[in-house]
């Protein structure tokens, strides 16, 4: 399985903070400190991992930046750098996406880090067609605003992420062996595994009575079996909530609680 990021991009990627440092351009972001925003963007190029939606609902965001970071570390500097400076910037296929004027002029408490704010409030907002991004909403408005649905990861995947070969794998209609090995094989050609969850059951061991999908992460190891065979478990790693998370589960639960992996590579 390949290292992300790669070193030689990654110390390019800190050579182009340091130019945006230096930079004069003002921010357009009026509730937002350039100091604090370029310290965060070098954290996260020196851990992905910290890359944190807070207490936002930006779960679906949060995992395409992730892999932003470890696939495309220059990429992750220019859009911020241009999202900071302009107010937008554009993708790897040459789409334009901006903040609006009114994201741009929050202020106030953020409920996560400014950097991840700035560039994870701007991608759900892209998306939203009447729910504006408010982060100090009821949490009603807010987690409505920020549901990402399977289609606007599999679009970010191919215009942030730059990979066309995009494919869904569903272990509750074709089996939790499938699920496993699509998953294992997309890793190891140096790809990504994005995954729909239900959080409570697979990352808090509290499963809700009924099954539902609550949750997007980043898979970032193979699964496979645990070494116990008694019960049977399926153990893997995932990206989630600023930190590496580790899934433990029967192949019953993840059936019903891993609802579908977005895979993609490149060609």
Partial sequence: MQVFPDPQQLQMAMDAIAQFEASPVPGVWLGLDREQVISEMRSRLQNPFSLSQGGQPFCGPAVIIFELIRHHPQQYVKICRNLFQLGGFHTLKNTWISASERLRNTHGNFLMPQADWMLLSTLRESQNLWLPIEPNAPDILRNLAGITKPWEIVGWTQ????????????????????????????????????????????????????????????????????????PQLIDFQVYSWGQKMRVTATPQAFSLHFWEAITAQPL
């Fill in 159 to 230: 215009e942030l992420l730059g990979f066309a070969d995009v494919n869904f794998t569903k272990p509750y209609l074709f089996g939790h062996l499938q699920a496993m090995e699509n998953a294992t094989a997309v890793l190891d050609q140096g790809g990504v595994v994005l995954a729909l969850i239900n959080a409570e059951a697979l990352l808090k061991n509290k499963p809700p009575l009924i099954p539902y999908p609550s949750h997007w992460v980043a898979v970032v190891s193979a699964m496979d079996f645990t070494d116990t065979n008694s």
